[in-house]
T-cell receptor
Framework: GENVEQHPSTLSVQEGDSAVIKCTYS??????FPWYKQELGKRPQLIID?????GEKKDQRIAVTLNKTAKHFSLHITETQPEDSAVYFC?????????FGTGTRLTIIP | DVKVTQSSRYLVKRTGEKVFLECVQD?????MFWYRQDPGLGLRLIYF???????EKGDIPEGYSVSREKKERFSLILESASTNQTSMYLC???????????????FGPGTRLTVL
């Protein structure tokens, strides 16, 4: 089955700096890669996703890149703000079954 | 707006009890999922369902069963609860029938289950 590895497990950045979270996957058949944000005590919510026919996708301060050959994808957050503090999960999917990474706790230092 | 609800936010049960966790979605989604979330382990899939009365095992099905009698409702059952099933349980749903595409999964608020 699919295996998704996520790094780092914790990340602290100064407010205004950029944050990068990286994930690798094992199953070359995976074709959908979402990123979820989970604030303390709340449910995970989708923030951005990318499909395997696209190399990069951007939504305001958030971007995701995908390298199918190397089987890795990354989340980039620019101009970080205090409200970006949360746990972020990557996932990989073929058809409907998502396999999640273990999460990255991002802390924005004011 | 998609709404996924779970029957309880917090639940405390004793070892050996039978436990039912209920999930309801109101958007006519085909697919429903049950995950457990543990610190450092992320979200792990227990069971999922593509349609009414249909179920498939996820990555960690041992000790659990599920029921989907109606499209909007997906139940997770712990036949005999054990302390290692203490966890946060998250339900999710997505729109599309099983196909080559994948739709966004929408999560419920979670049920924190403690087994004593």
């Amino acid at each position: 089955g699919e295996n998704v590895e996520q790094h780092p497990s914790t990340l602290s950045v100064q407010e205004g700096d950029s944050a990068v979270i990286k994930c690798t996957y094992s199953d070359s058949a995976s074709n959908y890669f979402p990123w979820y944000k989970q604030e303390l005590g709340k449910r995970p919510q989708l923030i951005i996703d990318i499909r395997s026919n696209v190399g990069e996708k951007k939504d305001q301060r958030i971007a995701v890149t995908l390298n199918k050959t190397a089987k890795h994808f990354s989340l980039h957050i620019t101009e970080t703000q205090p409200e970006d503090s949360a746990v972020y999960f990557c996932a990989a999917s073929y058809r409907e079954k998502l396999t999640f990474g273990t999460g990255t706790r991002l802390t924005i230092i004011p | 707006d998609v709404k996924v609800t779970q029957s309880s936010r917090y639940l405390v049960k004793r070892t050996g009890e039978k436990v039912f966790l209920e999930c309801v979605q109101d958007m006519d989604h085909e697919n429903m999922f049950w995950y457990r979330q543990d610190p450092g382990l992320g979200l792990r899939l227990i069971y999922f369902s593509y349609d009414v009365k249909m179920k498939e095992k996820g990555d960690i099905p041992e000790g659990y069963s599920v029921s989907r009698e109606k499209k909007e409702r997906f139940s997770l059952i712990l036949e005999s609860a054990s302390t290692n099933q203490t966890s946060m349980y998250l339900c999710a749903s997505s729109l599309s029938p099983s196909s080559l595409s994948t739709d966004t999964q929408y999560f419920g608020p979670g049920t924190r289950l403690t087994v004593l």
